[in-house]
């Protein structure tokens, strides 16, 4: 898989900053090593952190009602 090019079309991979949805803990990271990574993508209070920010993931909560 050509991760670079994945990462190029998808902001918020590109980005390169993931948030927890309980915390709001944020991290900065390699989008392409975390891909690629045997270890995966960051947790953070028992969850996979994501790739949306807070913003983005009210604007979906907004749509959703």
Do not use: N, Y
């Not at 902001?11 to 948030?19: D, E, K, S, T, Y």
């Not at 690629?36 to 028992?46: A, N």
């Amino acid at each position: 898989m050509d991760f670079a090019k994945v990462i190029s079309e998808v902001p918020q991979l590109a980005r390169g900053q993931v948030w927890c949805r309980s915390c709001g803990s944020t991290l900065k990271l390699d989008s392409a090593e975390r891909m690629q990574s045997r270890g995966g993508w960051p947790k953070c209070c028992g969850h996979t952190m994501t790739i949306d920010s807070p913003e983005e993931q009210a604007a979906f909560a907004a749509r959703e009602r």
